[in-house]
C-alpha cells in the first residue's frame, strides 16, 4: 500500500508545503496564511461598523513577493468583509511605493506594474512617491567627525538622494536609506490621512534586521523594528510576521500571482566587499535555512520580540539623534573615546609631516568648528566619512554655522 499524504484540516490530498511539517491542501493553506494577517488585523479599527469610522492602511509596497502577497491577503479580507456586510467595509487600502532613483534600478517601471495590479486589485489607491521629496522644505548639513569624535558640520549644496548617497558605501546607504524610508512613509501617512502603516516583512527578514541592527551599533532600535507599535498615533504592524520567505513563494504561487512580482536583477554570489551588511546576514540566514536549522529563525526572531529599551540609563538625561531620530541613551563619544586609539605610528620622513599638514588645514578649512548637535553610535559607525543629511530649518537654527 502506497504512502499518501493528506491535508490535515480537510483529509484531501494536499500539494507540498515548504518549510511546515504538517501538509494542507491549497485551500486550506490559504486559510492558514490569511489567517496570520487577519490576526494582525483583531482590533476594532479594522472591523465593519467600528466606532471610529472607515481605516485607512498604507501598505509599504517594494514589488516584492512579499509586498505582494501581503497586498493580496489583505485585498481578500477587504472584499470578504463588503461581500458579508452588504457593500460596508471596515478599511481601505492605500498603496505607496517609493521611487528609489537609479541606485537600485528594477527590471520593469513600477509605474507600469502598478497598471497591472490596478485591474486585479480594483479597489486599491496606488501610488508612487519620489524619493527626492523628502528634500522639500529641508537644508542639506554636511556631518563629520573629528579625532576626538565630536560632531563637525558644514552648510552643504543642492543636492538629490542619488547624488547624496553616490559619496558613502553601500553599508551606509542600506542604513541610511532604512532610516529614510521610514521618515516618508510616516510623512505620507499623514498626507494620505491612514492610521496604519503595514510593513510587509517575513520572518525571515525580521531575523534579519534584528541581527543587522545589532551589527550596525542600533540596538537599542530592535524593539521598535521588530514590534509592532504606535509611532505619532500611527499604528505600525508586521502581519506577516509568522511567515516564512518561502511559504510567501508558495502562496503567490497557488494564487496565481507570482508573475506581478517587481524584484532588483541583482544576483548576490560570493561574499565581497560591494555586499552590505544585510545582504551578508540574508545570505548567512539562507544557509542556516537550507542546512536544515530553520528553527534558527523564529528563535532570533521571538527573542528579539522581548526586548525593551535600556532600562538602566533611564534616569539620565536623553536626547534624539539629529539624523536618525533615535533616542540616545548614553554618551557615544565619552565610551567610543574609552574603546579607542586614534592615534597613528610615529612619523619619521619630512614628507609625511608635510601630508599631516596638508591634511589638517583641510579638516579645518572644511567644516565649521565642532559642534554639540547629538548624534547615536549608530549613525557615528554610517559617518565612516563625512555624510550629506537634510536637517530641518529649525534644528539648524539651534546651532551656529558662521
Same mark, same amino acid.
Given at each position: ?121 480594483? #479597489? ?5 512617491? $519620489? +524619493? =527626492?521629496?523628502?528634500?522639500?522644505? @529641508?537644508?542639506?548639513? %554636511?556631518?563629520? &567627525? ?116 517587481? #524584484? ?5 554570489? $560570493? +561574499? =565581497?566587499?560591494?555586499?552590505?551588511? @544585510?545582504?551578508?546576514? %540574508?545570505?548567512? &540566514? ?100 563625512p555624510v550629506t543629511w537634510p536637517t530641518d530649518e529649525d534644528i539648524i537654527n539651534e546651532y551656529s554655522l558662521e
Amino acid at each position: 500500500m502506497s504512502d499518501i499524504t493528506i491535508c490535515i484540516k480537510c483529509n484531501e490530498t494536499p500539494s507540498t508545503i515548504v518549510n511546515r511539517k504538517e501538509a494542507m491542501c491549497d485551500s486550506c493553506y490559504n486559510r492558514f496564511a490569511r489567517g496570520k494577517l487577519r490576526k494582525a488585523l483583531s482590533l476594532d479599527i479594522y472591523k465593519v461598523n467600528s466606532r471610529y469610522g472607515i481605516h485607512r492602511i498604507l501598505v509599504s509596497y517594494s514589488g516584492s513577493k512579499a509586498s505582494l502577497a501581503t497586498l493580496d491577503m489583505l485585498y481578500d479580507l477587504m472584499i470578504e468583509q463588503k461581500n458579508r456586510n452588504n457593500g460596508k467595509k471596515g478599511f481601505e487600502i492605500v498603496v505607496v511605493n517609493i521611487d528609489e532613483f537609479e541606485r537600485n534600478s528594477l527590471p520593469q517601471s513600477m509605474t507600469s506594474k502598478f497598471d497591472e495590479l490596478k485591474s486585479k486589485y480594483e #479597489e486599491v489607491s496606488f501610488n508612487v512617491v $519620489n +524619493i =527626492n521629496d523628502f528634500l522639500d522644505g @529641508k537644508k542639506l548639513i %554636511d556631518y563629520g &567627525l573629528d579625532k576626538q569624535f565630536n560632531i563637525v558640520i558644514k552648510k552643504s549644496d543642492k543636492l538629490t538622494m542619488d547624488q547624496i548617497f553616490q559619496s558613502i558605501d553601500k553599508s551606509s546607504q542600506e542604513d541610511l536609506t532604512e532610516i529614510l524610508y521610514d521618515n516618508i512613509l510616516l510623512d505620507v501617512c499623514k498626507k494620505f490621512q491612514c492610521g496604519t502603516i503595514m510593513y510587509c516583512e517575513t520572518m525571515n527578514k525580521l531575523a534579519s534586521e534584528s541581527l543587522s541592527l545589532i551589527i550596525k551599533g542600533r540596538g537599542t532600535k530592535i524593539p521598535e523594528k521588530i514590534n509592532d507599535t504606535t509611532i505619532e498615533d500611527i499604528h505600525i504592524i508586521h502581519p506577516i510576521r509568522d511567515l516564512y520567505t518561502k511559504e510567501i513563494e508558495y502562496y503567490n504561487n497557488i494564487n496565481g500571482i507570482s508573475d506581478l512580482v517587481v #524584484e532588483s536583477n541583482r544576483v548576490i554570489s $560570493n +561574499i =565581497n566587499k560591494n555586499m552590505s551588511v @544585510k545582504e551578508i546576514v %540574508d545570505r548567512y &540566514l539562507r544557509n542556516v535555512e537550507q542546512s536544515g536549522y530553520s528553527s534558527t529563525i523564529p528563535t532570533v526572531v521571538k527573542i528579539s520580540e522581548k526586548l525593551v529599551a535600556p532600562s538602566k540609563f533611564s534616569g539620565n538625561d536623553t536626547s534624539k539623534c539629529n539624523i536618525c531620530g533615535d533616542t540616545i541613551y548614553q554618551d557615544c563619544k565619552t565610551w567610543l573615546s574609552k574603546i579607542t586609539v586614534n592615534d597613528s605610528a610615529p612619523l619619521t620622513e619630512e614628507i609625511e609631516h608635510e601630508y599631516l599638514k596638508m591634511f589638517q588645514d583641510q579638516e579645518i578649512n572644511e567644516f565649521d568648528k565642532s559642534t554639540d548637535i547629538p548624534i547615536c553610535y549608530g549613525c557615528m559607525v554610517a559617518m565612516n566619512k563625512p555624510v550629506t543629511w537634510p536637517t530641518d530649518e529649525d534644528i539648524i537654527n539651534e546651532y551656529s554655522l558662521e
